[in-house]
């Protein structure tokens, strides 16, 4: 009897909070003692995801990311969190192949133009931004923690791994807060603490993106997870007349085609790595991408057309736990891993939204 008194009392004991950063809406879940406490590690989290957005953001010109030098030879010392993401971004470009790139700032500029004028870039425009660009055309000196210019007009872009870092960011704040047990979303990149009370781990679901291939929902915890694909984030241009995605291919300066049909979920040891390697393997060749997810991620599954390499998993893919069917649990929309809206207990009201931006 006092073990049910005590399971009742952790389910009810669920809160979530919504806020919009970077961008994008960041969610998080958690289970605490009371609202209070809910609210002030919430609070604190949250706190750590708009310190990110002020670090490396690329819509506004005066956080430390656009204040990187971007003439050929010229460094500079650079400390806080902007450090740790170029320390990052640097080691993960090695493990990918180049597959990640924080160094295609000129690209997605680029292409975010086209995106808002509806007209695609001149041929001069592109080779222009892809001369610039690039994970050669910076430099990362860790030990004096130096970035340093290769190429002029070389600028930074964290829209591949600043979610995941705000995420693990936004996690260890709620563990400091004696939270453990808690799901940090920033738009579909999640960090995972301690399975909630009774529970497995998170139920999260992954859509599949080839047609065809069932989703998935899988119980994690004490993880990172991620995926990339473009069966969502397109935008028109040319009148209509061609669709680019949000993927810039290192290879070529250009957008996946849409529809690549390419997506990639990855579970891995935190959210930031999840996140920059779910994007490289969405651009990187069939085999590299194979090679990459094995010896990078805890797991991943990586869904393509059979004429451009099919359906893989790696790792411990096939032996994560499942989630029992529940037929009372909503799909995610294609191209996502989220958590499952078949989360236990119901979720009493949380802080009200307030908008960042």
Excluded: Y
């Amino acid at each position: 009897m006092i073990a049910l008194a005590l399971v009742a009392a952790s389910l009810s004991g669920r809160f979530e909070f919504r806020e919009v950063h970077l961008g994008v809406e960041v969610r998080i879940v958690l289970h605490a003692e009371d609202a209070s406490r809910a609210a002030a590690a919430a609070r604190a989290a949250f706190d750590r995801v708009r310190a990110w957005d002020d670090a490396l953001s690329d819509w506004r010109p005066d956080t430390p990311a656009q204040r990187l030098p971007s003439r050929a030879g010229a460094s500079q010392h650079v400390e806080g969190r902007l450090r740790d993401a170029l320390d990052t971004s640097w080691r993960l470009a090695q493990v990918t192949r180049g597959g990640f790139d924080a160094g295609l700032g000129s690209l997605t500029r680029l292409w975010r133009e086209a995106q808002r004028s509806g007209s695609m870039p001149s041929d001069a425009a592109l080779s222009q931004a892809v001369a610039c660009a690039g994970w050669n055309a910076w430099l990362w000196m860790k030990d004096t923690s130096t970035f340093i210019a290769q190429r002029d007009g070389v600028r930074m872009d964290f829209g591949g791994i600043g979610c995941g870092l705000a995420a693990d960011d936004a996690l260890a704040a709620l563990r400091e807060a004696s939270v453990p047990q808690a799901l940090v979303d920033v738009s579909g990149d999640i960090a995972l603490g301690a399975a909630p009370p009774g529970e497995a781990g998170w139920r999260i679901e992954v859509a599949p993106g080839v047609d065809g291939q069932a989703a998935e929902t899988l119980l994690l915890h004490d993880v990172g997870v991620s995926t990339s694909g473009d069966r969502v984030q397109a935008e028109p241009v040319a009148g209509g007349a061609k669709t680019i995605g949000h993927i810039v291919d290192p290879s070529n300066g250009r957008p996946l085609p849409v529809p690549s049909l390419r997506q990639a979920t990855v579970i891995a040891k935190d959210a930031t790595t999840a996140d920059a390697i779910a994007t490289a393997l969405c651009t990187l060749p069939i085999a590299d991408a194979l090679s990459v997810a094995e010896t990078a991620t805890t797991a991943a599954r990586i869904d393509r057309r059979v004429k451009d390499g099919g359906v893989h998993s790696t790792g411990a893919w096939n032996s994560i736990k499942r989630a029992s069917s529940d037929p009372a649990a909503g799909s995610s929309a294609p191209g996502a891993a989220r958590p499952s809206p078949a989360s236990p207990a119901s979720d009493p009201p949380g802080s009200p939204a307030r908008p960042s931006k």
